[in-house]
Nanobody
Framework: QVQLVESGGGFVQPGGSLRLSCAAS????????MGWYRQAPGKQRELAAS???????NYADSVKGRFTISRDNAKNTVYLQMNSLEPGDTAVYYC?????????????WGQGAQVSVSS
């Protein structure tokens, strides 16, 4: 069992910045990938950013150059630094941890953090 607790969401003006945090606890061994998904009502879920156990990072085109995913292994925490925020970034952001069991992935989810970008 893995628990993911998110923090750092909020309301920000266009051009502003926020940093989301995702603290992992429980059975955190052999987590292959951490990521941040985002979803607005009526829209598809999008993987905004991810980082693997080998530190490979990937970003959606819509956030590339503005968002940075990072991790602090000592704190078992993953971050999403969001700069130059745009109204289109408004969504609920979900922290995701993925474990490869040898035959399938198991996903764990944070509770979601609302990010609202508006003037």
């Amino acid at each position: 069992q893995v628990q993911l607790v998110e923090s750092g969401g909020g309301f920000v003006q266009p051009g502003g910045s926020l940093r989301l945090s995702c603290a992992a606890s429980g059975n955190i061994l052999n987590i292959n990938r951490m990521g941040w998904y985002r979803q607005a009502p009526g829209k598809q879920r999008e993987l905004a950013a991810s980082i693997t156990s080998t530190n490979y990072t990937n970003y959606a085109d819509s956030v590339k150059g503005r968002f940075t995913i990072s991790r602090d292994n000592a704190k078992n925490t993953v971050y999403l630094q969001m700069n130059s925020l745009e109204p289109g970034d408004t969504a609920v952001y979900y922290c995701n941890a993925r474990r490869w069991t040898g035959y399938a992935f198991i996903d764990y989810w944070g509770q979601g953090a609302q990010v609202s970008v508006s003037s």
